[in-house]
């Protein structure tokens, strides 16, 4: 059987444990990146320009994000850590699909940010009032 390889100096991933480890490594470069890349394009905010602006619109968080309503009571700002996703290619991929499957309540991302010393999205969002979650229709 052939190897498999990914670059030219590693081989591919193929258990669970060198996949994390593989894409530890690749989240660490998008990381820097995506850092670089909004600074360049002024689309970063920084974690206190942030707080001084949202703080107070403070409604929720859950586990990879916490929820501010903007002024306008019809929009909702997320800071989300990417926390569930093996990368940010992956994250990125999830807006996108989400955008597709819900295009009434789309994502828009606006920035990013620091969480802590974590790098975070900013995306906007109407603000919806949930009474169920989506159905597969």
């Not at 999830?94 to 790098?119: I, M, S, W």
């Amino acid at each position: 059987m052939p190897e498999r390889r990914c670059s030219a100096s590693t081989t591919e991933p193929v258990g669970r444990k060198e996949r994390a480890q593989f894409n530890a490594k690749v989240k660490e470069e998008e990381e820097k990146s995506l850092r670089s890349w909004a600074k360049e394009m002024t689309l970063w905010v920084s974690e206190d320009d942030f707080s001084k602006q949202y703080k107070s619109d403070y409604i929720a968080e859950g586990a990879e994000q916490k929820v501010f309503l903007k002024k306008d009571g019809k929009t909702v700002i997320k800071i989300n850590t990417g926390h569930f996703h093996a990368t940010w290619l992956d994250f990125f991929n999830r807006l996108t699909l989400h955008k597709a499957l819900f295009p009434e309540v789309q994502y828009t991302l606006t920035g990013l940010t620091e969480e802590g010393d974590q790098l975070s999205a900013i995306i906007e969002q109407p603000w919806v009032k949930v009474t169920r979650g989506a159905t597969k229709e």
